[in-house]
């Protein structure tokens, strides 16, 4: 079943042609719901130093390394998850599964009990299990991983067509997700009102 949301893909799922199951039409219109939900938020600090200066920085140099990338592009940014931002290119001379590049650069993700890899809970072990989620304006948690998180604190899957196409969500979840050479893949820890694109 490709339940997308939160790492959703409402705004380009309906580009998608062809045949649709039951179960993808569902994931459409959850991946909707929570957008909209997202957008209840506060926006993040920008300041010097912090994460989203980080990732601003990252920002030039993932692009920069995505025109270079023959392969697979891979770009987390951990928002105000506070850790530091990834960039790798992955070898590849064919279609391959995301799951598969972000494991060949180094980062590890972990699903939801309820929806398994279709969803990405954590990134890196983060938010870690006993880590206190902070959002300006909503209710503190921890994130326990059992089903789906806040919509105000989640982490979003991208894909880039070509190196300088714009993010788009990705059209399915991570578990089912294949990326061709040239193309990007992306995650960003979103929180508040914000949807910021990888390394934006």
Do not use: H
Request: hydrophobic content about 40%.
């Amino acid at each position: 079943m490709n339940l997308i949301a939160p790492n959703f893909s409402a705004p380009t799922f309906f580009r998608r042609t062809g045949t649709r199951t039951s179960a993808a039409r569902t994931s459409a219109a959850l991946g909707a719901l929570v957008l909209l939900a997202a957008l209840s938020g506060c926006a993040t600090d920008s300041g010097a130093g912090s994460p989203a200066s980080a990732a601003a920085t990252a920002t030039a140099e993932a692009g920069a390394a995505a025109v270079d990338c023959a392969g697979v592009n891979v770009v987390v940014d951990f928002g105000t998850l506070d850790a530091a931002p990834v960039t790798e290119c992955v070898d590849a001379t064919e279609a391959i599964a995301a799951s598969e590049t972000l494991a060949t650069s180094g980062v590890t993700t972990a699903g939801s009990v309820e929806y398994g890899d279709q969803i990405v809970c954590r990134v890196n072990d983060r938010p870690a299990a006993d880590e206190t989620v902070v959002v300006e304006g909503q209710e503190s948690f921890t994130e326990t991983c059992a089903s789906m998180p806040p919509a105000y604190a989640y982490w979003a899957l991208w894909v880039k067509a070509t190196p300088d196409a714009n993010w788009e969500y990705a059209q399915e979840g991570l578990g089912t997700l294949q990326v061709e050479p040239g193309q990007s893949v992306g995650l960003v820890y979103t929180t508040g009102t914000e949807t910021p694109t990888p390394g934006s």
